[in-house]
């Protein structure tokens, strides 16, 4: 992470975060809406993962930023 202090009240914070481990959020992400969506034709559970990405890729992609930034920034924060 990078801390640059723009002004006496403003800060720019950056934060890097592995590719590894957006792999991994987004693999469990699609893994939670699989479990969840209610697909006509399918059995919950049983929805295969093309489809899970064809109709809810968005909502995947806005959950798994939204984790991502969360847990970078409250890390950053940390130290």
Do not use: C, N, W, Y
């Not at 990078?2 to 890097?16: D, Y």
């Not at 590894?20 to 939670?32: G, K, N, S």
């Not at 479990?35 to 806005?62: C, L, Y």
């Amino acid at each position: 992470h990078k801390i640059e202090k723009l002004s006496s009240v403003i800060a720019r914070l950056t934060v890097t975060v592995p590719a590894e481990t957006v792999d991994e959020t987004f693999a469990a992400a699609i893994t939670q809406f699989g479990k969840t969506a209610k697909v006509k034709g399918f059995r919950p559970g049983h929805v295969p993962e093309s489809v899970i990405r064809q109709m809810f890729m968005s909502d995947i992609k806005d959950k798994v930023f939204h984790a991502l930034v969360d847990t970078a920034t409250q890390e950053a924060l940390g130290k």
